[in-house]
């Protein structure tokens, strides 16, 4: 009897401890976890917390296909959500897999316009940028565009690219002269011509966003496509490695709420509370990733915005991703990349 | 013999079974045939997701490089793991213990780690180019890693433990009588170990042999990270469906075909080797 009333209370305490951190949660978030997801927790939710007495969960998880899983199978979990570029938030949207944004809670005013969509809102903004091997190529002698990229005899040296069409067909055309803002719709040929010149010399394709900065930094490869905020990371930590703002493309990782979340509208307030230019400064000064209120500039030490992909001076070297082409083209291309690869 | 076992086994020898059926039941065969039902069903009845498989040289030809590469860390591990399983059954039980160790410490490691690790050892800078490049005897340094030998090292190391358990299992059953009677009718130390001891440890080898090529088909860490464009593997485009491109009904068709090419494998290892005397089938 007392054995069997011990197993209940064991399997309640069990229960209760697996369900604890999302049952007891007004609102569940999953991002990315590391040096991101830290300043997600203390730039936004230790704030918003304080600041509306609910309590948020979390979940450091970048798995897509969960948030898939979880719609189809009716067990939403999560609120919000880290996702990707806008191009992939409309072909989820497509297939249902959304909530639409109420913009009655989160107020446009103040913010970036281009990252306000139907059914996803910019998060940070962020550049694939060409990165260098600052030792070998001293400042001011160093490749400034992806034409000095694919000319190895005037700087030899391995080089380091994505293994994913993003941005690489966008550098096939600039390597082959085409000006940033003529680059949409893109030729997709001419890219893929252009890439071949430069296939041979490229050591390492690079899959998980920490690796081109690590490879800098070990000096394994001596130029290399990478977003800003990882090489400006390993800078700081006194790796010899360079940043070229000129021809990067600027693109903005977005938030999306799981269709049928059970706490929408938390999610909508929480995201209205986030775009406080204070709260955006702080993310931006964590992680180089500046987000969606155009007034956090203001918040913002001005030694420290020059590195960020927003500032003025970098934001008119860029070219500006067009997510309508991606989308319209993204599973053709996907699958033009792949045969190119292997080939 | 196995009749007399099975004859043996009374009926609470079943029922103990039925948990461990329950259990494979819900959490193998349901999901495998709901996977199954995913590639057909797309929204409705339709073979295009195998149609496109087979038809698409990308895939064909990414099928094959996984299944060569898999060949390839097979015999590597082999080749490295038989001597250890044999210097295993050799030494005193204290030695075996130490070695033991040795060979499942890899396991405590996480597997990013190992990998980085090896880019460390192999790399540009790394520990072999510079003690060659200190001795003067290469003056530029040597692509060790992001090729084909990288990836092969980086999963050798991972699976060896699964090639020499199953080895050292099966040469700790053989009978050394045998050996000794080999000595006695005069063979020498390699004529007895090539005529006896090797085909009595052939289905370790077998065993081993199966379950690190199995473990190899589906490897997708150490090629994304220590391999070149030539080790993309079956794996990689496999996560990039479902996890990106969120397609998950020609994500299943690739897995399926993954599963039948390792089947396919598994029933020609058994036909050769005897795997069931693995499995306790007979003795």
């Known amino acids: 009897m007392g054995r069997k009333a011990f197993g209940i209370l064991m399997m309640v305490l069990f229960l209760g401890l697996i369900t604890h951190s999302t049952m007891a949660a007004d609102l569940v978030i999953s991002f990315a976890g590391g040096a991101a997801g830290d300043a997600v927790k203390d730039c936004f939710i230790k704030p918003f917390e ?71 809102i910019g998060k940070a903004f962020y550049s694939t940028v060409l990165g ?47 000006p940033p803002d003529k680059l949409y719709p893109l030729d997709i040929d001419r890219a893929f011509r252009s890439l071949d010149r430069i296939k041979p010399h490229v050591k390492v394709w690079w899959d998980a966003g920490a690796q081109p900065a690590q490879l800098l930094t070990d000096q394994e490869v001596d130029m290399a496509s990478g977003w800003n905020g990882r090489i400006l990371y390993v800078q700081k930590q006194g790796a010899k490695v360079g940043l070229e703002w000129n021809q990067g493309v600027l ?71 067009n997510y309508e082409w991606w989308r319209q083209n993204r599973k053709k291309v996907e699958d033009l990349w792949n045969a190119w690869m292997v080939k | ?50 149609i496109r498989l087979l038809q698409d040289p990308t895939y064909l030809k990414v099928i094959f490089t996984t299944f060569r590469l898999s060949l390839v860390v097979t015999i590597s591990s082999l080749l490295v793991g038989y001597p250890v399983a044999y210097l295993l059954n050799c030494v005193e039980p204290k030695v075996r213990q130490v070695l033991m160790i040795f060979i499942v410490l890899p396991f405590w490691t ?41 990836v092969t090292i980086g999963m050798v190391h991972f699976l060896l433990p699964f090639m020499v358990f199953p080895l050292y299992s099966i040469m700790e059953g053989i009978n050394k009588d045998l050996i000794k009677a080999a000595y006695n009718l005069g063979a020498t130390p390699s004529k007895a170990f090539i005529k006896v001891f090797f085909p009595l440890s052939l289905p370790g080898v077998g ?27 079956i794996a990689m485009l496999l996560e990039k469906q479902v996890n990106v491109m969120l397609n998950w009904s020609f994500g299943s068709a690739i897995a399926f075909v993954l599963l039948f090419l390792t089947l396919i494998m598994f029933n020609i290892s058994n036909r050769f080797l005897g795997l069931d005397r693995i499995w306790g089938g007979k003795s």
């Open chain 1, 50 to 120: 304080q600041a509306t007495g609910l309590k948020v969960g979390f979940e450091a998880t970048h798995e897509f296909s969960k948030l898939k899983a979880m719609v189809q199978s009716g067990t939403v979990t999560w609120d919000l959500a880290e996702g990707p570029s806008i191009d992939f938030v409309i072909l989820w949207a497509e297939e249902g897999l959304l909530e639409p944004l109420d913009y009655t809670i989160i107020d446009k005013k103040g913010l970036y316009q281009e990252t306000l969509h139907k059914y996803g």
């Open chain 2, 110 to 150: 996480s597997i990013l780690v190992r990998v980085y690790a090896w880019m460390v050892i192999l790399g540009r800078k790394g520990i072999i180019n510079s003690i060659l490049m200190g001795l003067g005897l290469i003056s530029t340094p040597l692509n060790l890693v992001f090729n084909t030998f990288s």
């Open chain 2, 1 to 50: 013999m196995t009749g007399k076992i099975l004859q043996s086994r009374s009926l609470s020898d079943y029922v103990l079974i039925i948990p461990v059926l329950v259990y494979l039941l819900f959490f193998f065969i349901y999901p495998l045939l709901k996977m199954f039902l995913i590639s057909i069903f797309d929204p409705s009845f339709t073979l295009k997701n195998y």
């Open chain 2, 207 to 233: 065993a081993g042999s199966l379950i690190v090529f199995i473990l190899a088909m589906g490897f997708f860490i150490t090629p994304a990270l220590l391999g070149g464009r030539r080790n993309i593997v």
């Open chain 1, 251 to 321: 693109m903005f990782s977005s938030w999306v709420v799981p269709k049928g979340a059970p706490h929408a509208k938390n999610a909508m307030k929480f995201l209205n509370f986030s775009h406080q230019p204070k709260l955006q400064a702080c993310y931006a000064a964590a992680v180089g990733y500046p987000g969606v209120s155009v007034k956090a500039v203001d918040y913002l030490d001005s030694k420290f915005a020059s590195d960020l992909p927003t500032y003025a001076e970098n934001y008119k070297k860029q070219a500006v991703m």
């Open chain 1, 132 to 178: 260098y091997n600052s030792a070998r190529y001293p400042k001011g002698a160093h490749p400034t565009s992806w034409k000095d990229f694919w000319d190895v005899k005037k700087f030899p040296g391995a080089r380091c690219l994505r293994n994913a069409p993003d941005n690489n067909l966008e550098f096939g055309l600039m390597a082959d002269g085409v």
